[in-house]
C-alpha cells in the first residue's frame, strides 16, 4: 500500500562468518480510512512513522544486544527475552504516562456531576404485550470505550519472533509450519499434521469505504472443509483474481433518450475499488446486496456452487456503525437501526443468502449473545446461526 512498515533481517555467525539468513514484513496496526479528513490522516500518517521509528529502533539498538549470540533453533528463550523486553517497555511507558497525568491536573477538583435521574418508563398501552423485543429494544446504549493505546515500537516483536522461526526453518532445511509445530510437539514431528480452516478477505464496504453502505467491513470467503488446504487456496485465489478483473472493467455506457438525458440511475457512481489495509479491495457500494450478488456472479461464471463448495461469512465490525448521538446503528450513510431492527435485517440477510453462514461482530459487545441467539433462532427456525 505504499505505507512505511517494518523489516527484520536475520544474520548468523556460520563458521566464523557472517551470513544472511532471511527477512520478514509485517503490517502496521494502523487503519487506512478512506473518507477521513485531512487533519485525521496528517495525524495518522505521523503516528505510524513514530510506530515504525520506535520499532527500528528496538530492532538495531536493544533486541540484538539481547539475542545475540543466541542459537536460533532456541525459540523459547529468544521469546522469553522479547517478553520481558516488551514488559520492561510498557512499564516504562505507564510511568511515562502517569507522570505526564500527574503534572496536567488541576489543585482543585471539581465537584463531581450529578446525573439527571433516569426517564420514567413508557406507560404501557392497552392491549400491548411484553415481548422479547421490546426487551432488546430497551438496553441502554452504553458508551463508546476509550481506544486501547498501542505502544510504538511493539511491531517490532511479533517480527522479531518470527523471523527467528524462520531463520531456524531455513538453517534446519524444513519449511517453516513444520519447524512451527514441531515447536508445539517438543520438537519432534507431529503424527498427523492439521491446518486452520481457510478463509479470506474478498472485499470490503465498512465505515471506511467511499460508498454509503458501512454494514459489510468485510465479505469473507471459506472454502468448503472438505477441500485440501492448497485447493482452498487456489479457490480464493481464482475469486480473488475474478473481483480484481470486475473492478478493473469499466461500466457500460447508460442509455440516452431520444432528447439526450440519461435513462440509468441518477448519482450513481462506478464500481472501483483500491486495497485495504485487511487484503481486499475497498469497494464503494451503496446496498447490503451488491457486495453479494458480485459474489453469486463470480461464482456462477466459474461453475461454483455458492451455499455448497463456497460459503460466506460477514464481519459487520458493529461498534464502528454506533451513532451515539441516536443510539442506533448507521448501517448505511442516513439509514439508522436499532437493536430490534438490525435482528430482522440480519436474519432478511440470511433467508435471502443462505450460504452466510457467520457473522463476525453484528452487535456492540455488550447485548447479551444467549438472548440475542434465542431471538434470532426464534425468527429463523430452520438455520443454525453462528455468532462469533
Known sequence: MGLPTLQVEISCTIQNFPKYICSVVIPAHFEVSENALPEVVDAEEAERHQAVNAALQWVNESITEELWGLNPSNQAEVDHRLRIFFEN????????????????????????????????????????????????????????EPPE???HGSMAIGAVSLAVAKASARLGGTPLYMS???????????????????????????????????????????????????????????????????????????????????????????????????????VNYDTLEQPLLLIQGICSNLGIELGMSLHLAINCAAHELMDYSKGKYEVMVGTHKNIAEMVDLYVDLINKYPSIIALIDPFRKEVSRVHLFCFICDKVRSLTFHIL
Open 149 to 151: 493505546p498501542v505502544l
Open 89 to 144: 517497555k510498557v512499564q516504562e511507558d505507564k510511568e511515562r504516562r502517569e507522570l505526564e497525568r500527574s503534572s496536567e491536573e488541576p489543585v482543585h477538583a471539581p465537584p463531581p456531576v450529578i446525573p439527571p435521574p433516569p426517564p420514567p418508563p413508557p406507560t404501557k398501552k392497552k392491549g400491548q404485550k411484553q415481548g422479547r423485543r421490546d426487551t432488546l429494544l430497551e438496553k441502554p446504549i452504553i458508551p463508546p
Open 180 to 282: 512451527m509445530a514441531s515447536l508445539k510437539h517438543g520438537q519432534e514431528p507431529p503424527s498427523m499434521l492439521t491446518m486452520p480452516l481457510v478463509m479470506g478477505s474478498v472485499l470490503s464496504c465498512g465505515k471506511s469505504s467511499p460508498g454509503k453502505l458501512n454494514l459489510m467491513k468485510e465479505v469473507i470467503c471459506i472454502p468448503h472443509p472438505g477441500l485440501t488446504t492448497k485447493q482452498g487456496i487456489d479457490l480464493l485465489l481464482e475469486i480473488q483474481k475474478q473481483v480484481n478483473r470486475v473492478m478493473e472493467t469499466p461500466p457500460p455506457p447508460k442509455p440516452e433518450t431520444k432528447k439526450g438525458h440519461d435513462t440509468g440511475k441518477r448519482g450513481q457512481q462506478p464500481i472501483t475499488g483500491k486495497m485495504s489495509h485487511l487484503g481486499c479491495l475497498t
